[in-house]
């Protein structure tokens, strides 16, 4: 990983007594939240912002889809592209790898990939240290650490008769990295629920529900946010105007960008040359395209 080379602080500033967290608390004023989830508007200044979307535009996101020769479409699915593009910092879990899911789905899908510059390094490390102060023990694992990164392109789709097709959400589902996920987000604010189902067949129940605005951080952790219910993105919002062009990709428009940091532990994390062949194959594609623009890309495939 890059290390933060002296624009930042090498170490987050120690809190006053005055700044010091609050359990389960936000900023700004607004009602307290409960144990496991915290809120911060305007957490990333705007020094901050100007720096990671310098860093956003060095990036060439790709469109993944969600299966794969050796990992085929179960049969009441089809073969289909994400909702949206996407980057991954860290270790990159390729949708056709099918995510990290322990305690079986750990090995073979999460892919050694680019570290975090500076900037995030240093968010990182405040980040980290505001879960440490405000979480219990029991809700942190052994060895967490936010190592993984997924960065989530929200917009419309614009077909080729140039109609746009609002894919700005994400279903609901759980993360399964262990413990609390960190999440930042710019651009349009996104309507966030966590919710309870009961699987497909009834409508899930929105347990709370809250926007997500620019530049803000949400953490979820402990048993009820993140092991028990599920989470989604309803909408996101288009009144600001905000939009991210996206190298090489135009057919999509992006009005809201999020980067969402979470725990692989480092054993189950591979460096493409001792993925599993089946896995290998299934990779092999996006590893070429990522490594068009990346010479971290290139070298894993060298090796
Ligand atoms: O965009 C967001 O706010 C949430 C993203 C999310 O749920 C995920 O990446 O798992």
Known sequence: MFKPKGRFPSKPAPRSASTGPKKG?????????????????????AREKAEIMAYLKTLY??????????????????????????????????????????PKGIYNRCV???????????????????VHDTYAPRDIP???????????????QIGEDGKKNDCARVGEHKDFEPGPVASISFGERAFFQFVSSQGTESKSNAV?????????????GGDKFKKHLFHRVQRVDRKSG???PL?????????????????????????????SAEAK????????KLAEHSDFFKEELSK
């Open 281 to 288: 194959e299934d990779v092999q594609g996006y590893m070429e």
């Open 208 to 220: 709370f529900q809250q926007w997500l605005e620019d530049s803000s951080l949400q953490i979820f």
């Open 242 to 244: 905000d939009s991210f």
């Open 25 to 45: 608390g936000n900023d700004g004023g607004e009602k307290s939240l409960p144990y496991g989830l915290i809120y911060k508007q305007n957490y990333i200044s």
């Open 142 to 156: 052994r060895g967490w650490h936010l190592n993984t990164c997924l960065i989530n392109y929200y917009g419309d």
């Open 247 to 275: 190298n090489e990709i135009s057919n999509f428009e992006t009005r809201r960008i999020n980067f969402t940091f979470r725990y692989v532990p480092d054993e189950h994390i591979t460096p493409f040359h001792r993925l």
């Open 112 to 130: 050694t990939a680019e570290g975090y510059p500076p900037i995030l390094e240093y968010l990182i490390q405040k980040i980290e240290a505001l």
């Open 61 to 102: 996101p790709i469109w993944e889809m969600r299966y794969s020769k050796n990992n085929p479409p179960p049969e009441n699915q089809k073969q289909r592209p994400l909702l949206r593009p996407v980057y991954w910092l860290g270790n990159w879990q390729f949708a056709c790898l099918n995510y990290y899911h322990p």
